[in-house]
């Protein structure tokens, strides 16, 4: 199976208004190149100076996704970059990315990570701590960023059962939280990805992040 093939495959199984983000972390420009031949202009990077590299060697009508752990001193890098930063996993982040904005005179575009995961190696707000934040409308604090939605990613594990209350407990959290802040660009929830886009496109996904079933194993 070629990118093409793969991408054909997904693009049928992926509704209109569901965004796929190619995950091309740790794959070259050439296969970025492919899907982007195909039509593809939305990429998924986690790494700082990757993001960088693929940025200035590809076309520039690709909007770049950060989906990786962003340390603070990171941030200038990335904020000028991503057309959106999934993996904002604090107020301390958000603090930075915020700042980071005001100088390059932008707005960022960021998801609030959420942790739901069994996995204590996986990051993010936990749901209780995003309510809090909401409550007391955190935001405000942060006037040079957009909080777009939520982000997550569920534990890795072969019981779709579990992955699917995990995933709608988010997207539950997910209505809780734009009901609340009505923010007219809180819009967004990202989550699925190679082995549970479906679960998460049922669940009310609006962007899946899938890299091994485009690009193959890392
Ligand atoms: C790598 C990665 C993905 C893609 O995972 P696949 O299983 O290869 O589809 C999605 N989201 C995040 C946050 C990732 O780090």
Same mark, same amino acid.
């Given at each position: 199976?070629t990118?093409a ?16 983000? +190619?995950?091309?972390?740790?794959h ?15 990429f998924?990077?986690s ?14 009508? #690709?909007?770049?996704?950060f #989906?990786?752990?962003?340390q603070t001193n990171?941030v200038?890098?990335v904020?000028p ?18 700042? +980071? ?7 960022a ?6 942790? #739901? ?50 995933l ?30 479906? #679960? ?19």
């Amino acid at each position: 199976m070629t990118i093409a093939d793969n991408i054909r495959r997904l693009r049928q199984q992926i509704p209109d208004h569901v965004r796929l983000i +190619c995950v091309s972390k740790f794959h070259p420009a050439d296969a970025i190149k492919a899907a982007y031949d195909c039509g593809e202009r939305l990429f998924g990077e986690s790494h700082a100076q990757e993001l960088t590299a693929k940025y200035d060697a590809l076309p520039r009508d #690709i909007a770049w996704h950060f #989906i990786g752990s962003l340390q603070t001193n990171k941030v200038k890098y990335v904020v000028p970059r991503a057309a959106l930063i999934h993996s904002v996993d604090s107020e301390r982040l958000l603090a930075a990315i915020d700042r +980071c904005a005001e100088r390059n005179n932008l707005t960022a575009n960021v998801l609030l990570e959420i942790h #739901i995961a069994r996995e204590s190696t996986k990051h993010g707000f936990a749901p209780d701590e995003a309510r809090t934040f909401f409550a007391r409308r955190g935001w405000e604090q942060f006037p040079h960023t957009h909080i777009c939605g939520l982000m997550t990613m569920g534990t890795a594990t072969d019981d779709r059962t579990q992955t699917r209350a995990e995933l709608h407990q988010v997207r539950s959290l997910f209505d809780e939280l734009r009901q609340q802040c009505a923010l007219p660009y809180f819009t967004e929830l990202s989550m699925g990805m190679s082995d549970d886009f479906d #679960i998460a496109i049922d669940e009310g996904s609006t962007m899946v992040r899938i890299g091994t079933a485009i690009f193959g194993a890392r």
